[in-house]
């Protein structure tokens, strides 16, 4: 949990620069008033509220109508989002809502196709509202940041596309680099062990795909996951149009929602933790229209600065408190996910 609590502070270090080499000081981030942020901490956490419920109908419908509570399951999907949110590429949630899941009596396969249906519902809808943030941009003569955008869409999409149809159709193993990586780093009982459980989930994994991909109703339960997340974007255009407004960037609704989007895709690149720096840069790139690759000087003059680091605090650092309070809550106590792994682990040796 250490490298964690280093995670966030590393996220803090863009900020800190701004504030040392921009005219940009704390007075002019929070010169947007007390109300107008609020008002945006509260749309992004209906945009976590949402993925949340999400989960829970995943759960409900392609587990168990009655698996625990609504309150314990929300709680656990917040959890995942505070790991996914101090990770490059916002991965990691997966593995403690899977964890979470196997814990509470699902099956590996089970836990990992509910994982699964997030990631294919996040992917598609945020790859899908990439390419048309990027093709707005084109059009309204931000090539630079169109192109951008979308060739950063696309080998997200694509990956995540052959997933699902090759899982579909065949079962998947660990690939032979994967392979002769784990054997290289651990011993070979270990490996072993961890290549055999890995197979058999990806397994079960594949088995449930094909199950879902051929029944009407499993599909039709993905796209209302899909309508979900949908909204759960809005709700993320939201956060920063109350900003914008606030300080007189008049921005419009579509154009926040088609700026956070083209953020939310420029975040997946492995760059930094929780897309620091690549967030904030890709909403101000967005707005501005840029067709060219942009100055430095030009970034770091920008009227627009203040109210998009006000923006970056308020739907990213604010947030994480309550994500890191719902992560204390299933790994602290008897119950916890850390001890039932610990357990097993002694129990094995």
Not at 199 to 223: G, H
Not at 231 to 236: E, R, S
Not at 264 to 275: D, E, K, M, R, V
Not at 285 to 299: E, F, R
Request: charged share 10%; net charge positive; hydrophobic share 55%.
């Amino acid at each position: 949990m250490k490298w964690r609590i280093i995670a966030v502070a590393v996220s803090l270090i863009p900020f800190l620069l701004l504030f040392t080499f921009t005219p940009v000081s704390p007075a002019d981030v929070f010169s947007v008033g007390p109300l107008p942020f609020l008002l945006s901490v509260a749309a992004v956490m209906g945009r976590i509220l949402l993925q949340a419920y999400r989960f829970r109908y995943f759960i409900k419908h392609f587990i168990d109508p009655n698996f625990t509570s609504t309150l314990k399951t929300m709680n656990a999907r917040i959890a995942g989002e505070f790991v996914t949110q101090t990770t490059p590429s916002f991965i990691g949630g997966e593995i403690v809502r899977i964890a979470w899941l196997v814990k509470n009596g699902v099956t590996a396969g089970k836990a990992a196709w509910v994982a699964t249906a997030e990631i294919i519902a996040d992917v598609f809808v945020g790859s899908i509202l990439a390419f048309i943030a990027g093709g707005v941009a084109i059009f309204g003569g931000g090539s630079f940041i169109g192109i951008l955008i979308i060739l950063v869409a696309i080998p997200t999409f694509g990956f995540w596309f052959l997933v699902v149809v090759l899982s579909a159709n065949r079962n998947l193993q660990l690939p032979k680099f994967a392979l002769n990586l784990i054997r290289k780093f651990l011993s070979k009982e270990r490996s072993e062990r961890l290549i055999n459980s890995t197979n058999i989930a990806l397994e079960d994994l594949c088995k449930m795909s094909r199950e879902n991909f051929t029944s009407f109703n499993s599909v039709k339960v993905l796209s209302v996951g899909m309508a979900i997340t949908f909204v759960a974007f809005i709700f993320q255009g939201i956060s920063f149009l109350v900003l914008a407004e606030a300080v007189g960037h008049h921005v419009g609704i579509f154009q926040s929602f088609m700026a956070t989007s083209a953020s939310t895709a420029l975040s997946t690149l492995p760059i930094t933790i929780g897309g620091s720096g690549l967030a904030e840069l890709g909403v101000w790139a967005y707005i501005t229209n840029i067709s060219s690759i942009p100055h430095l000087h030009d970034v770091l003059n920008s009227s627009q600065l203040s109210v998009i680091i006000a923006w970056r605090i308020a739907t990213y650092h604010v947030p994480l408190i309550i994500m890191w309070i719902a992560l204390m809550r299933i790994t602290i106590g008897k119950d916890s996910i850390a001890n039932q792994i610990k357990s097993k682990n002694l129990d094995n040796s």
